[in-house]
């Protein structure tokens, strides 16, 4: 498949006309991450707030427009405000299964921000969805990932309708992991259907970009582009409902971080560390990125435990038991440990994922408790 032309989208996008200066869209300055792949096209519009509605058409106008050139058969336009935090509280959310020792929510009372205002209320949420779990970290390097795949993977055998989301935008790697080369198709509102792979619907913030581009994105678009994955993805219907979504955050809690769990109703959080210090240090940040959001932490994972050597011996490669140490200083449940197992690594390298076998069973146990608290 043949490359699309760049200048001739640049072309067809300077016809569109930005509705507040006359300008084409693109000398106007609103095409933002434009990414080009064989047969696809796809950037974003950012604007004010409350300019949202006013560029609704200009963005469904752009997608038509893009889809009639020669050479692309998909073209995709996300919108993206930047919006102000609002004043009001947060309500309450459901009665939290794992509520966090006073250390972990110091600074709840002042909002996420810690200077006195209220953290904003969540209003987003995926429709068709029981129960969306975020899993994050508080660095990268630690397994987020390969447990979020692994940990659907446990939901699913369970016997339940599973959903996952790489929301990383550092390094998506949902994708490459469950070996998917289709992105996502549209339905008739527009919504994105996403593939399904050894039973999970997945959808990547892989998909919207090509695989050797770097991700140049502020954080409001990142944020934005992120919530409408999350909601504008048809993740199930009214007749067969998802039970669980399961969110993979980018690593660290920045701004993205932040933005997405305090826009997003999310039903509960899975911190993942590894043993070392340096992580579980990082992992405590995590934990209170959620604190701060409302937003029920169900446990601590402790990925990368120990090597289990040829005699059966347990190696501590980054020693062991911290983040369990860490779950249990700050009151939170711990989920269990993963070793360090090279057969996960090809596993998920091959795009074959592990569904039987002792890793297998340990993510089912987790699972298990992970299901437990949110039903």
Not at 59 to 80: P, Y
Not at 133 to 158: C, E, H, P, Q
Not at 185 to 200: I, R
Request: charged share 20%; glycine share 12%.
């Amino acid at each position: 498949m043949a490359q699309v032309d760049k200048e001739a989208v640049i072309t067809a996008l300077n016809g569109l006309k930005d509705p507040v200066s006359g300008e084409g869209l693109y000398a106007a300055g609103l095409v933002r991450g434009l990414v080009l792949s064989p047969g696809r096209v796809g950037f974003m519009i950012e604007v004010p707030s409350d300019r949202v509605t006013l560029y609704g058409p200009v963005r469904l106008e752009a997608e038509r427009l893009l889809s009639s050139l020669e050479g692309i058969q998909k073209a995709q336009v996300v919108l993206t405000a930047e919006v102000e935090n609002p004043s009001e509280p947060a309500p309450p959310r459901r009665p939290a299964t794992a509520r966090l020792a006073p250390q972990a929510v110091d600074q709840h009372a002042k909002g996420a921000g810690g200077k006195g205002k209220p953290a904003p209320v969540p209003t987003e949420r995926p429709a068709h969805v029981k129960y969306v779990v975020a899993v994050g970290s508080g660095k990268g390097g630690v397994g987020k990932s390969t447990v979020s795949l692994n940990l659907a993977l446990g939901l699913k055998a369970l016997g339940l309708k599973v959903g996952l989301l790489d929301a990383d935008i550092y390094g998506p790697s949902a994708p490459v992991m469950l070996g998917i080369t289709q992105p996502p198709t549209f339905n008739e509102h527009k919504h994105m259907v996403p593939p399904v792979a050894f039973g999970l619907k997945v959808n990547s913030v892989g998909f919207l970009v090509d695989a050797d581009q770097a991700m140049i994105w502020r954080g409001p678009m990142a944020s934005q582009a992120l919530t409408q994955l999350l909601t504008q993805t048809e993740w199930g219907t009214a007749e067969a409902p998802l039970d669980v979504l399961v969110v993979d955050l980018p690593p660290g809690t920045g701004d993205v971080q932040l933005t997405l769990t305090q826009k997003t109703l999310i039903d509960g959080a899975v911190v993942v560390s590894t043993p070392q210090e340096m992580a579980v240090i990082d992992a405590r940040r995590a934990v209170t990125l959620f604190g701060k959001t409302s937003i029920p932490v169900l446990g601590v994972v402790e990925n990368m435990a120990y090597l289990e050597g040829p005699s059966g011996e347990k190696i501590e490669v980054f020693g062991r038991g911290g983040a369990k140490a860490l779950a249990d200083g700050l009151g939170i449940t711990f989920l269990g440990e993963v070793p360090l197992d090279p057969a996960l690594r090809k596993a998920t390298d091959d795009a074959q994922p592990i569904q039987s076998g002792d890793v297998a069973e340990r993510f089912k146990a987790i699972a298990e408790k992970v299901w437990a608290k949110l039903g």
